[in-house]
């Protein structure tokens, strides 16, 4: 009797924990689809049409109602997510490799979950054109996975995403062109953008930064370090206040986020990491980028991170293309201070010229790639895309991303701004 009273309180608090773990995804996933510009209602939706078509879509197939986590309408297409805090729960195949759709499959893996309510509205509703998201894990460790669903009974297992940019409203069409037909899409056009984004924010660090030329890419190179945590909880720009909260200012907040993504980068040993942040030293110490600039109504490195976080961090939207655009941008950008960028010794490789290597060398998937004067790193990423366009998997290309390239970089000031990307 003991004992089963025990086995029984076990599992209460096994529950309640497995309960606090989904609400806190729940909660990480709203937070990164409302950053995105992407509206949303949860358990159901405001569009009488979707809403109609998921009032028999219960998952364990009683014709009852069902509903995923969250519903979304971008222009024509519709967004479905579905998450779980247990990553052994992702996705289930069957032996063939496809989507198992056994009900037990579709209540317990997310993107099964996922599919099985975007097929609903795909078949059941004029909407037509569906991207059905699976996320499980929390918010460090998390995996995102999306399909693409039509109401011809078909889909299409796309590659696992890092944040939703791709699906904001800015990007969605972009996406399904690229990746969903499989069409090339007009890559200078946003090349342009940058390159004009470059020299408006060079404009504004001059104006209200005052730092020296040497610095700028620095700053700019460590603020999209630390947007990069935001992903992961580590950081937010509205905590940017421009007071000394617990002590800190701005720069401060900023190199805790910069830390943290180099520490989750496994950027190592700590020799390595700490000379690698001492670069980034100007953003703590300057006294004019920690102030609230009168013009402004807030300091300049807030000001930089909104600009840089909506300008480029969030609207680079041909990420899987050799293009090297964080290393154009910061061309650009430094030709503002030496005339040719090479005040700060950036010498950039033409995007052709690196293509070219890749396609004599005949990099593949398996080769590891060295680049002893990596400067920026373009030719690395060059060789990264060629790579992961080869994979078979997805678990081919994470571990091509994470040992199958190393570059030397004697300038340390060059290191951290190739560190950015």
């Known amino acids: 009797?003991?004992?089963?009273?025990?086995?029984?309180?076990?599992?209460?608090?096994?529950?309640?924990?497995?309960?606090?773990?989904?609400?806190?995804?729940?909660?990480?996933?709203?937070?990164?689809?409302?950053?995105?510009?992407?509206?949303?209602?949860?358990?159901?939706?405001?569009?009488?049409?979707?809403?109609?078509?998921?009032?028999?879509?219960?998952?364990?197939?009683?014709?009852?109602?069902?509903?995923?986590?969250?519903?979304?309408?971008?222009?024509?297409?519709?967004?479905?997510?579905?998450?779980?805090?247990?990553?052994?729960?992702?996705?289930?195949?069957?032996?063939?490799?496809?989507?198992?759709?056994?009900?037990?499959?579709?209540?317990?893996?997310?993107?099964?979950?996922?599919?099985?309510?975007?097929?609903?509205?795909?078949?059941?509703?004029?909407?037509?054109?569906?991207?059905?998201?699976?996320?499980?894990?929390?918010?460090?460790?998390?995996?995102?996975?999306?399909?693409?669903?039509?109401?011809?009974?078909?889909?299409?297992?796309?590659?696992?995403?890092?944040?939703?940019?791709?699906?904001?409203?800015?990007?969605?069409?972009?996406?399904?062109?690229?990746?969903?037909?499989?069409?090339?899409?007009?890559?200078?056009?946003?090349?342009?953008?940058?390159?004009?984004?470059?020299?408006?924010?060079?404009?504004?660090?001059?104006?209200?930064?005052?730092?020296?030329?040497?610095?700028?890419?620095?700053?700019?190179?460590g603020i999209l370090l630390a947007l990069d945590e935001i992903e992961y909880g580590g950081f937010s720009i509205d905590s940017l206040t421009g007071d000394q909260t617990e002590g800190m200012r701005d720069g401060d907040k900023l190199m805790n986020a910069i830390r943290g993504r180099l520490t989750r980068s496994n950027v190592g040993p700590d020799v390595k990491k700490n000379k690698l942040l001492a670069e980034f030293g100007i953003i703590q110490t300057s006294f004019h980028l920690n102030e609230v600039n009168d013009t402004l109504g807030m300091t300049p490195l807030h000001y930089y991170t909104n600009f840089l976080n909506e300008h480029v961090f969030k609207s680079i939207k041909y990420q899987n293309t050799s293009e090297d655009f964080i290393g154009r941008f910061y061309g650009e950008f430094m030709s503002y201070s030496g005339g040719d960028g090479q005040t700060f010794g950036i010498v950039l490789t033409p995007k052709h010229i690196c293509d070219l290597m890749c396609e004599l060398v005949d990099v593949k998937p398996s080769d590891t790639v060295l680049d002893p004067t990596c400067g920026t790193a373009g030719f690395l990423i060059a060789a990264m895309h060629r790579m992961l366009s080869s994979a078979t998997s997805e678990q081919e290309r994470k571990g091509i991303k994470k040992t199958h390239f190393h570059g030397i970089e004697l300038q340390s000031n060059m290191f951290a701004v190739a560190a950015a990307k």
């Not at 949303?40 to 809403?51: N, P, R, V």
């Not at 971008?74 to 779980?84: S, W």
């Not at 996705?91 to 759709?101: A, Q, V, Y």
Request: charged share 25%; proline share 3%; hydrophobic share 35%.
């Open 1 to 221: 009797m003991f004992l089963s009273r025990f086995n029984s309180h076990q599992l209460v608090i096994e529950g309640f924990h497995t309960a606090r773990k989904e609400a806190a995804l729940d909660l990480w996933v709203a937070d990164r689809l409302t950053e995105c510009d992407i509206e949303f209602t949860s358990q159901g939706s405001s569009i009488k049409e979707i809403d109609t078509a998921l009032k028999d879509a219960s998952k364990r197939g009683t014709g009852n109602a069902g509903y995923p986590e969250y519903v979304s309408k971008i222009g024509r297409f519709v967004l479905v997510i579905e998450d779980k805090a247990s990553q052994s729960r992702h996705e289930k195949l069957t032996d063939s490799g496809i989507l198992d759709m056994s009900t037990e499959a579709v209540t317990d893996y997310t993107v099964n979950g996922g599919y099985h309510y975007a097929s609903h509205i795909a078949k059941k509703s004029p909407f037509t054109e569906v991207f059905a998201v699976g996320v499980s894990g929390d918010s460090k460790h998390h995996t995102i996975s999306p399909v693409f669903v039509n109401d011809r009974e078909g889909y299409k297992r796309l590659p696992d995403l890092e944040s939703f940019t791709w699906l904001s409203p800015s990007n969605i069409v972009e996406y399904y062109t690229r990746y969903v037909l499989d069409e090339p899409t007009d890559v200078e056009k946003t090349t342009e953008q940058i390159l004009k984004d470059a020299a408006e924010l060079h404009e504004y660090l001059r104006t209200y930064g005052s730092i020296k030329d040497q610095d700028k890419a620095l700053v700019v190179a």
